[in-house]
Structure formats: C-alpha cells, structure tokens
C-alpha cells in the first residue's frame, strides 16, 4: 500500500492505496466520483478524462499514486455552484446524445479552450480527436465547444467604459 494525498474538486483525500490502482478506479471506487466514466479501459476512447494539474489526463492511464500531491478535477468539480460554460454549451447544443462520451468530452473541451480560447472548427476537431463518441454526433459536440469559446471569451471581457462626458474649458 501507498499513502496518497489528492485534492479532488477541492476536497482533500488522504488515502491508502494499491500501488497498481488506476486512477480512474480510486476516484470512482473510493471517492465516489461516478461521473468519470470507465470507457475502454486502453486509453482509446477518452470518456475517463480529468484535469490533473490543469491538464486533461485519461485516468485509465495514470496510476492514483502519480496523482499524489495534485489536483485533480473530475466533471463534477467544474461548475461553481451551476454548470460551467462549456457544461452549459453542451446542453445548449444537445451534444449530450447518449452521454457516455460526454465526461471526457466536457473535459478535453475545458483543457483545449484554456490553451487556445478561440479554436477553429478544425483545431477543436482535432483537439478533441483523442475523445471518441459512439453516437457519431461531432457536429454537436464541435458546436458546444465553439459557442461556450465565444460565451467564455464574453465573459472575460472588459465591460466598456462608462461614456464620460466631455469638460470643455
């Protein structure tokens, strides 16, 4: 066994575990954390994505022991208290389909907008080609990524500036 300390969506877990778990298994098993979804189990299909360290991980690929010391957001963990932008986009646009792929999706989405706020189709395309969806609907989920870009980028913007009045002298 390991000592392991994770902060997972703000919590701190301390916790003893097998140095062979994966990632994905201690936050679904241990720490309750049902919204990471076990896909494929060969890192092929991406629906177990999470944020470690601000970066989107598959955690069927990482071992909880290399999480230790880190931060780790799972989908529940995003919004603050409602949806966060991209969780909204995606149920805007009905890229929810059957929602298996969505979790990972959601994520890849977050960790591609942080690193380019204003993606082509074809940059989000291919940011998220390491995600599959079994339903097929990209058209969706590429649009979902789209408008929450342009609703995150609406909301970092500077609100304009009052019109002062003039003072002639």
């Known amino acids: 066994m390991a000592r392991i300390s994770i902060t997972v969506d703000g919590v701190r877990y301390d916790d003893d575990v097998q140095p062979r778990t994966l990632l994905v298994h201690h936050l679904r098993e241990r720490l309750g954390k049902v919204g990471t979804v076990v896909g494929c189990d060969t890192s092929n299909c991406g629906s177990c994505t999470v944020l470690m360290a601000g970066e989107a991980v598959k955690s069927c690929t990482v071992l909880a022991v290399q999480a230790d010391g880190k931060d780790v957001t ?3 963990g995003l919004g603050d208290g409602g949806l966060h ?3 909204q986009a995606f149920h805007d646009c009905h890229a929810l389909q059957c929602g298996f792929c969505t979790p990972g999706m959601i994520m ?5 907008l942080a690193e380019n706020p204003d993606p ?3 940059e989000i395309r291919e940011g998220l080609e390491g995600n599959l969806c079994r339903c097929t609907g990209y058209q969706n989920i590429v649009r979902a990524v789209r408008d929450a870009a ?3 980028r609406s909301a970092q913007a500077p609100a304009p500036e009052p019109a002062s009045e003039e003072v002639s002298a």
Do not use: N
């Open 108 to 112: 890849t989405a977050v960790d591609l």
């Open 150 to 152: 342009t609703a995150m």
């Open 120 to 122: 082509t189709d074809a």
């Open 74 to 76: 799972t989908v529940e």
């Open 85 to 87: 932008p991209v969780q």
